[in-house]
């Protein structure tokens, strides 16, 4: 258990206390070079740029952009973004809105009228600081078969999948839950609001006042860029072709250079964007509707340590992206790679110069403001169990001691009746056994009790169930005991009980509940990714 919590502990988004000043002495060249040290010149590869007090300090590449070719990746080779990207996006709406166009408390129903109305307003800065409830569109096209049985080409066909959902995953404004359809909705609004396209507004409003002279987006299918690398994946030891194969893009398809993502750094840190109140805009933090602080800005992770610190990262296929930096040291730290190959090695280059250069601090953090309360023995023992995630395959044991609530022998700190932290992760116990455990820059897991045996035979849930929401089926199947789940597409994944009537499907990240009618009868089932909820499959 304690092992699962170092991992999320571990992961690239969460950042360590930072320090005040940067260091710039002699031989910072030779160990950045020592740490960017994986790349071959015989395999893909990448790009790091380092800016310091506006000037650029390092920059290399390293590998090839073309295997096939045996095409050198230079400092001007295109790559992909990924979710770098939004921070773009976001910034094209605050612009709408200095120029008077819209407001961010605008309804987004005023400029997509195919929204379902879910009965509460979705507002534009419900979008972008992900606070809308809105289902991930890319999770529901794979419970379809995406990619390989279900085409979604561009902007629009993601809007159809959007406007199918019947629900959202919570009330807008109360959560936190990372989603894509957010930003496809803000580049769709950009181009209603403006009169042209995304990419036209973009060109003309950002890149070229920031001087991203190789900077464009992927917004059109099938299209040959010049100087655009390939994407690779490793696989069975062997690097392979993985590029995005749609012309989907505003919550990532941002073809550019390291040194162009440093130039728009230095372009609106210096307020060049669109002055002092629209950078105020873009750093600042919304505070959720239960009072705690949603640390997502507009298209940014905002952390508030010793120094501030803004980052994000990408990945769309094989590529990979970061993108870190901080206003009060003036510092800031590109990278972008056409391999997801540091992905199993848990590396994190950016970071890992960015902590180089800003040198040594005092790691202490803030003082914790929020007060422990008091909660009985009897409530705490309800809490206790084993938690497992079909989200992350991962799972933590809730213990009880003289202290309270434990996790590895951790005493918990009560923040209320129901939520606690473990060192920086939040922890909040919900109805029906569930756990949803959420680490600092990252978005909300949800875990489930596993102490409750399932008495019902298996052949009682296979059946077929078709999806509107998704438009497609999933098969259930009993194989001697043993339940699978079968995609459209063909892939078969294996189910685990956690509880009557709840599975885990760990291949697949997701958790299936079925459901019952009047009769007592097994009539649909909801199946629940890490960001779209309870998707509603009926039994045909």
Same mark, same amino acid.
């Given at each position: 258990?304690?092992?699962?919590?170092?991992?999320? +502990?571990?992961?690239?988004?969460?950042?360590? %206390?930072?320090?005040?000043?940067?260091?710039?002495?002699?031989?910072?060249?030779?160990?950045?070079?020592?740490?960017?040290?994986?790349?071959?010149?015989?395999?893909?590869?990448? *790009?790091?740029?380092?800016?310091?007090?506006?000037?650029?300090?390092?920059?290399?590449?390293?590998?090839?952009?073309? $295997?096939?070719?045996?095409?050198?990746?230079?400092?001007?080779?295109?790559? @992909?973004?990924?979710?770098?990207?939004? *921070?773009? #996006?976001?910034?094209?709406?605050? +612009?709408? @809105?200095?120029q008077g166009k819209l407001s961010l408390d605008d309804d987004v129903a005023k400029y997509i009228p195919t929204l379902p109305s879910y009965g509460h307003r979705i507002l534009i800065r419900h979008l972008i600081h992900h606070t809308s409830g809105l289902r991930e569109w890319s999770d529901i096209a794979e419970?379809?078969?995406?990619?390989?049985?279900? !085409?979604?080409?561009? =902007?629009?066909?993601?809007?159809?999948?959007?406007?199918?959902?019947?629900?959202?995953? !919570?009330?807008?404004?109360?959560?936190?839950?990372?989603?894509?359809?957010?930003?496809?909705?803000?580049?769709?609004?950009? @181009?209603?609001?403006?009169?042209?396209?995304?990419?036209?507004?973009?060109?003309?409003?950002?890149?070229?006042?920031? &001087?991203?002279?190789?900077?464009?987006?992927? /917004?059109?299918?099938?299209?040959?860029?010049?100087?655009?690398? *390939?994407?690779?994946?490793?696989? =069975?030891?062997?690097?392979?072709?993985? %590029?995005?194969?749609?012309?989907?893009?505003?919550? &990532? &398809?941002?073809? #550019?250079?390291?040194?162009?993502? $440093?130039?728009? =750094? @230095?372009?609106?840190?210096?307020?060049?964007?669109?002055?002092?109140?629209?950078?105020?805009?873009?750093?600042?933090? /919304? #505070?959720?509707? !239960?009072g705690l602080l949603n640390n997502y800005a507009a298209g940014l992770f905002v952390e508030n340590n010793i120094k501030r610190v803004f980052h994000h990262g990408g990945a769309t296929a094989g590529y990979r992206a970061k993108l870190v930096c901080s206003p009060d040291l003036r510092l800031s730290v590109a990278w972008l790679s056409n391999t997801s190959m540091l992905d199993t090695a848990g590396r994190d280059p950016a970071m890992e110069v960015f902590q180089l250069l800003s040198g040594p601090s005092d790691n202490s953090p803030k003082p914790d403001a929020e007060k422990t309360v008091r909660i009985s023995p009897e409530k705490l023992k309800q809490f206790t169990g084993l938690y497992k995630s079909g989200h992350s395959g991962r799972y933590v044991e809730i213990t009880s001691g003289p202290e309270g609530l434990l996790l590895s022998g951790t005493p918990?700190?009560?923040?209320?009746?129901?939520?606690?932290?473990?060192?920086?992760?939040a922890l909040y116990f919900g109805g029906n056994g569930e756990l949803i455990v959420t680490p600092p820059s990252s978005e909300p897991m949800l875990y489930q009790i596993t102490d409750t045996p399932n008495p019902t035979s298996p052949q009682e849930y296979a059946s077929r169930y078709y999806s509107e929401e998704a438009n497609a089926w999933i098969e259930i199947k009993n194989t001697n005991g043993k339940l699978t789940a079968n995609l459209a597409s063909g892939p078969a994944y294996s189910m685990e009980s956690y509880r009557t009537d709840g599975f885990l499907v760990p291949d697949l990240k997701a958790d299936i509940v079925f459901k019952r009618n009047k009769q007592k009868k097994v009539s649909a089932m909801e199946v629940s990714t890490q960001r779209s909820l309870r998707v509603l499959f009926e039994r045909r």
């Open positions: 258990m304690l092992r699962a919590f170092a991992i999320l +502990l571990s992961l690239p988004m969460l950042l360590p %206390m930072y320090p005040c000043q940067p260091k710039t002495a002699d031989g910072t060249e030779e160990k950045i070079d020592s740490i960017v040290n994986f790349y071959n010149t015989d395999k893909p590869g990448g *790009q790091l740029a380092v800016s310091l007090d506006g000037r650029v300090i390092y920059s290399k590449s390293w590998g090839l952009a073309d $295997l096939e070719n045996k095409v050198p990746l230079m400092t001007e080779t295109l790559i @992909e973004a990924g979710s770098v990207s939004k *921070q773009f #996006t976001a910034a094209a709406i605050l +612009l709408l @809105e200095k419970l379809a078969g995406w990619p390989l049985a279900l !085409n979604v080409p561009d =902007n629009q066909a993601v809007l159809a999948i959007i406007c199918r959902q019947k629900s959202l995953n !919570n009330l807008p404004g109360t959560i936190f839950r990372y989603s894509n359809s957010n930003y496809i909705l803000l580049a769709l609004i950009t @181009e209603k609001v403006s009169g042209v396209t995304f990419a036209a507004f973009t060109k003309k409003h950002i890149f070229e006042p920031a &001087g991203m002279a190789h900077t464009r987006w992927r /917004d059109a299918f099938g299209e040959v860029i010049p100087m655009r690398s *390939q994407a690779y994946e490793v696989k =069975n030891a062997e690097f392979r072709s993985l %590029m995005p194969d749609n012309a989907i893009h505003g919550p &990532g &398809g941002l073809l #550019t250079t390291a040194e162009d993502l $440093l130039k728009w =750094n @230095e372009f609106y840190l210096s307020g060049k964007l669109g002055g002092k109140a629209l950078f105020a805009k873009q750093t600042g933090l /919304d #505070t959720l509707s !239960n918990l700190k009560p923040l209320g009746e129901n939520r606690f932290k473990f060192h920086s992760i």
